[in-house]
């Protein structure tokens, strides 16, 4: 019999996602192939210590978390500095990891960090793509040096945030502006402003998330259009979705997504001209190549009433819960959940066996 790969799930985490973490972790524990795999779990709780793989387990299976945290907490020695990581050493010959932590510590290159120096694959992007991926700033100015279309914007930090005004971008911009915290997930922060009032309120609230605050130009419309990434140097694109959220709603907020879904409306595929899918579809493969990314990432667009798309977003770790549209949009375009996740795995080891084909040399000095 063929030796089962351990896997090591890691989810949770100290950013607003921490709950969605937990149930895109559960889906992908339920569809992974237990023939194949022997799965470890780590919480990372939501002061960014990781639990042992049995307190985890706990919490996974609906002891409340809090509880469970505080007893794991007590047990550990923080006059060690390893202490946040120690109980990662409880569980011995861990072969891949998988992080499926959104947001801060996960989608910005901090966890890809620790795993490089546990010297272990991981399924993802490196350490540097994660966290270009993250910063919609980096990402915007990645893109635009790549020719990818996205959405004009300023950057609003506590340093020069005297000089924008609602006017002032208004007059550029039209009456419509987004804020968006630079370095934050699932629209947490995230503020649709018409007037100076609005706009300060906004401001005020995106800053508690960020101190890097992007002023992004509102589309004429828009859709909101996504689309699904596979692969490492050559990778695929799924089939486009759609999102439609109720009229009443500014845009598709954190609520929309994880709180009441039930008025959300997805259209996978969507009905659209091949034009504009093939279009979408290279911007996409081509923002993924300028970032650098490996594994997986979903692609956010926005399409204009004048059928033109704008890279919108760039989600590295995206989520894996029942809504979710990263593995809908492979279903609907071959790829089951469960083979998803297989080829994700892959993709982990063959961008691991590709790093350590690089040479470290080292000269001494004499």
Same mark, same amino acid.
């Given at each position: 019999?063929?030796?089962?790969?351990?896997?090591?799930?890691?989810?949770?985490?100290?950013?607003?996602?921490?709950?969605?973490?937990?149930?895109?972790?559960?889906?992908?524990?339920?569809?992974?192939?237990?023939?194949?795999?022997?799965?470890?779990?780590?919480?990372?709780?939501?002061?960014?210590?990781?639990?042992?793989?049995?307190?985890?387990?706990?919490?996974?299976?609906?002891?409340?978390?809090?509880?469970?945290?505080?007893?794991?907490?007590?047990?550990?020695?923080?006059?060690?500095?390893?202490?946040?990581?120690?109980?990662?050493?409880?569980?011995?010959?861990?072969?891949?990891?998988?992080?499926?932590?959104?947001?801060?510590?996960?989608?910005?290159?901090?966890?890809?960090?620790?795993?490089?120096?546990?010297?272990?694959?991981?399924?993802?992007?490196?350490?540097?793509?994660?966290?270009?991926?993250?910063?919609?700033?980096?990402?915007?100015?990645?893109?635009?040096?790549?020719?990818?279309?996205?959405?004009?914007?300023?950057?609003?930090?506590?340093?020069?945030?005297?000089?924008?005004?609602?006017?002032?971008?208004?007059?550029?911009?039209?009456?419509? !502006?987004?804020?968006?915290?630079?370095?934050?997930? &699932?629209? %947490? #922060?995230?503020?649709? +402003?018409?007037? =100076?009032?609005? $706009?300060?309120?906004?401001?005020?609230?995106?800053?508690?998330?960020?101190?890097?605050?992007?002023?992004?130009?509102?589309?004429?419309?828009?859709?909101?259009?996504?689309?699904? !990434?596979?692969?490492?140097?050559?990778?695929?694109? &799924?089939? %486009? #979705?759609?999102?439609? +959220?109720?009229? =009443?709603?500014? $845009?598709?907020?954190?609520?929309?997504?994880?709180?009441?879904?039930?008025?959300?409306?997805?259209?996978?595929?969507?009905?659209?001209?091949?034009?504009?899918?093939?279009?979408?579809?290279?911007?996409?493969?081509?923002?993924?190549?300028?970032?650098?990314?490996?594994?997986?990432?979903?692609?956010?667009?926005?399409?204009?009433?004048?059928?033109?798309?704008?890279?919108?977003?760039?989600?590295?770790?995206?989520?894996?819960?029942?809504?979710?549209?990263?593995?809908?949009?492979?279903?609907?375009?071959?790829?089951?959940?469960?083979?998803?996740?297989?080829?994700?795995?892959?993709?982990?080891?063959?961008?691991?066996?590709?790093?350590?084909?690089?040479?470290?040399?080292?000269?001494?000095?004499?």
């Amino acid at each position: 019999m063929m030796k089962k790969t351990h896997l090591a799930l890691l989810f949770g985490g100290d950013s607003s996602e921490h709950d969605v973490s937990k149930r895109s972790a559960h889906n992908i524990y339920d569809a992974m192939d237990k023939d194949k795999y022997d799965i470890s779990l780590f919480l990372i709780t939501k002061t960014g210590i990781i639990l042992d793989n049995e307190s985890s387990h706990r919490v996974f299976d609906g002891e409340p978390e809090d509880a469970v945290v505080e007893e794991a907490v007590k047990a550990l020695d923080f006059s060690d500095p390893l202490a946040p990581i120690k109980n990662l050493s409880k569980t011995k010959d861990i072969d891949v990891f998988f992080p499926i932590v959104h947001g801060n510590l996960g989608e910005d290159g901090t966890i890809q960090g620790l795993l490089r120096l546990l010297h272990k694959p991981y399924v993802g992007s490196g350490i540097l793509e994660s966290a270009m991926g993250f910063d919609k700033d980096i990402t915007k100015k990645m893109l635009n040096l790549a020719g990818v279309r996205n959405t004009n914007y300023h950057l609003i930090t506590p340093d020069n945030k005297d000089q924008f005004t609602y006017a002032k971008l208004q007059a550029e911009f039209g009456d419509v !502006i987004f804020l968006k915290p630079a370095n934050q997930g &699932s629209s %947490v #922060g995230i503020h649709k +402003v018409t007037n =100076e009032q609005e $706009f300060e309120d906004g401001l005020k609230d995106a800053f508690r998330y960020d101190y890097k605050i992007l002023a992004e130009q509102a589309i004429n419309g828009p859709e909101e259009l996504e689309i699904s !990434i596979l692969g490492n140097e050559n990778p695929i694109a &799924s089939q %486009v #979705g759609a999102i439609r +959220v109720p009229k =009443e709603d500014k $845009f598709y907020t954190y609520d929309n997504k994880f709180v009441d879904a039930s008025q959300v409306k997805f259209d996978i595929p969507v009905d659209i001209p091949e034009s504009l899918s093939d279009e979408i579809t290279d911007l996409a493969l081509r923002g993924y190549k300028a970032l650098g990314l490996k594994g997986l990432a979903r692609i956010d667009f926005l399409v204009s009433k004048e059928g033109v798309p704008y890279l919108g977003e760039v989600n590295t770790l995206p989520g894996f819960t029942n809504i979710s549209l990263y593995p809908q949009l492979w279903e609907a375009s071959g790829i089951s959940y469960t083979e998803l996740i297989d080829r994700l795995i892959d993709l982990a080891y063959k961008e691991f066996d590709r790093r350590n084909n690089i040479i470290h040399d080292f000269k001494p000095l004499s």
